[in-house]
């Protein structure tokens, strides 16, 4: 298994919409947890981190963890055609602080 | 954005050379990343660093080096350069925070190097 594995997509969601994008781990990632969106040619950007079980929000974003299921997800509220990016899934290698990338998610979201 | 510069931006270089590129920072933040970024992989750790002086290898450190003798500066040398070492180079920084915010990376523009 690998350690952050993301579904690559692309996701194709129309604009208003939710959009729902989740990310599994393994046993050898159990820290912080974070969600970069990176556009094409460009470099990733932090836009939500999660430490803890449950739900996190900020503006139209929610990540949640579930450390039981070893899941997290980002959602999308509102989607518009300017959250059009690949968005990469990363957390703390377990006794270190090392970020492991997932390969990422592209999203479309189609006006 | 977070002051993080990365130089060159456009590289092109033979089998063989050696390459260094170079990250700058702004922000005084205590820990630096290399990455690259190569499709169906999504971003790698070669090297990082957690102070001056102190670096420690990534995932992907085989034919790469790095040095960092200021705060400011990360430099990562491919040693002799192959094909397979064609990629986006990404430099990063974070910072510890009370929060364990530490963990949370701004990078750079990148690097885009291709080797013939």
């Known amino acids: 298994q690998k350690e952050v594995e993301q579904n690559s997509g692309p996701l194709s969601v129309p604009e208003g919409a939710i959009a729902s994008l989740n990310c599994t781990y393994s046993d050898r990632v159990s820290q912080s947890f974070f969600w970069y969106r990176q556009y094409s040619g460009k470099s990733p950007e932090l836009i939500m981190s999660?430490?803890?079980?449950g739900d996190k929000e900020d503006g139209r974003f929610t990540a949640q963890l579930n450390k039981a299921s070893q899941y997290v997800s980002l959602l999308i509220r509102d989607s518009q055609p300017s959250d059009s990016a690949t968005y990469l899934c990363?957390?703390?290698?377990?006794?270190?602080?090392?970020?492991?990338f997932g390969a990422g998610t592209r999203l479309f979201v189609k006006a | 954005d977070a002051g993080i510069t990365q130089s060159p931006r456009h590289k092109v270089t033979e089998t063989g050379t050696p390459v260094t590129l170079r990250c700058h920072q702004t922000?005084?933040?205590?820990?630096m990343y290399w990455y690259r970024q190569d499709p169906g992989h999504g971003l790698r750790l070669i090297h990082y660093s957690y102070g001056v002086k102190d670096t420690d290898k990534g995932e992907v450190s085989d034919g790469y080096s790095v040095s960092r003798s200021k705060t400011e500066d990360f430099l990562l040398t491919l040693e002799s350069a192959t094909s397979s070492q064609t990629s986006v180079y990404f430099c990063?920084?974070?910072?510890?925070?009370?929060?364990?915010?530490?963990?949370?990376?701004?990078f750079g523009p990148g690097t885009r190097l291709t080797v013939l």
């Open positions: 922000e005084n933040h205590r820990y």
């Open positions: 999660i430490y803890s079980n």
């Open positions: 990363a957390g703390v290698n377990t006794g270190g602080f090392k970020t492991i």
């Open positions: 990063a920084i974070s910072e510890y925070g009370q929060d364990r915010s530490y963990n949370e990376q701004f």
